[in-house]
């Protein structure tokens, strides 16, 4: 019966950690324009030599997770920003480009992960609060994805 309760509470630790993925602060600022975003989440798993994405329906401490972020909308009248808190049960590893901007400090301060300093060292991936990325006026619609493991 122990066991039974404990996992009940890992699905319900694992279905409430996927709906907060799935309605994370992702945000869009894009004067004049309506975008629609939408969000995903996914889970590697082994396939063979390789490793394949499937949509998360349950998730456990130690999951490898890629959210993607898509948007599409009307052609935007001025470039935008596509903005994403990293939820506190993940641990960030890396974005799927080098446009990203990150903030390990909750969005007060900028850069490349490889500039930011955390007091006396160089912060650390495991450390970042958000990203961003600037999206150019002539992108109608496009993606964006960052891997992370759950805590």
Known sequence: ??????????SMRSILLIASMLFLGTAATATGSALSITRSVFVETAQGDGIA????????RGDRVVLVMQWEGRRPAKPFTLASRVPE??????AGDDAVEVSVDGGRRWGRLSELRRGQRAAQPEEVTHLRWRVGA???SGMRSFSAVVR
Request: proline share 4%; net charge negative.
């Open 1 to 10: 019966m122990a066991e039974s309760e404990h996992y009940g509470g890992q």
């Open 53 to 60: 994405l499937e949509p998360a329906s349950t998730l456990s």
């Open 89 to 94: 049960t993940l641990s960030y590893r890396r």
């Open 138 to 140: 002539g992108d109608t």
